[in-house]
């Protein structure tokens, strides 16, 4: 039972994962704001804690826009 639990994962982190996700969104779209304002400090600092949060090939491609 004890290893089933563990490869089915509990609710618990089930809820986290989606919780991280959705942080994540927020953060990416904040720093799609951020960028058309040409505020770029602001935009990489919200697409890093977006990555952290949930890697992602886009989200990353952003940070290369911020940087280029």
């Known amino acids: ?14 809820r986290a994962e989606a919780s ?3 942080e994540a969104r927020a953060r990416f779209e904040r720093g799609l704001r951020s960028f058309d304002a ?3 400090p602001g935009a990489l600092a919200e697409f890093r804690r977006a990555h ?3 890697p ?3 989200v990353l491609y952003n940070i290369l826009q911020v940087y280029a």
């Open 20 to 22: 991280a996700r959705a």
């Open 56 to 58: 992602n090939a886009t």
């Open 38 to 40: 040409r505020d770029y």
């Open 52 to 54: 952290e949060l949930a």
């Open 1 to 14: 039972m004890l290893a089933a639990g563990w490869l089915l994962g509990s609710p618990a982190v089930g």
